[in-house]
């Protein structure tokens, strides 16, 4: 059984940064694509950051050159770097197999149960 946690949310003035992390049991990350989403009030969940073999990487164009996703493959952890915040990137982000397209890139991932997410609030 697959179990993902998510950590490291918070709250961040405009222009700050945070990391994410997503630790994770029962699927191995170098293994599959896997992603970070996230989920604003009032909207769907949206993908917006994948890494495949934990090397190759894709990112919505909204948070390009701002987020870097990565993987360590000693821990199995996942990592989501986001730099130069934004009043707009406030959601909760949730990790899981990647799903969806980013950039003409689709991932074809398996809908799967999700974890409770960690709270990103960027104040203005």
């Known amino acids: 059984q697959v179990q993902l946690v998510e950590s490291g949310g918070g709250l961040v003035q405009t222009g700050g940064s945070l990391r994410l992390s997503c630790a994770a049991s029962g699927i191995i990350f170098s293994r599959n694509a896997m992603g970070w989403y996230r989920q604003a009030p009032g909207k769907q969940r949206e993908l917006v950051a994948a890494?495949?073999?934990?090397?190759?990487?894709n990112y919505a164009d909204s948070v390009k050159g701002r987020f870097t996703i990565s993987v360590d493959n000693a821990k199995n952890t996942m990592y989501l770097q986001m730099d130069s915040l934004k009043p707009e990137d406030t959601a909760v982000y949730y990790c899981n197999l990647a799903r969806g397209v980013l950039s003409g890139t689709y991932f074809y991932g398996p809908s799967g149960s999700w974890g409770q997410g960690t709270q990103v609030t960027v104040s203005s």
């Open positions: 890494v495949t073999s934990a090397v190759n990487t």
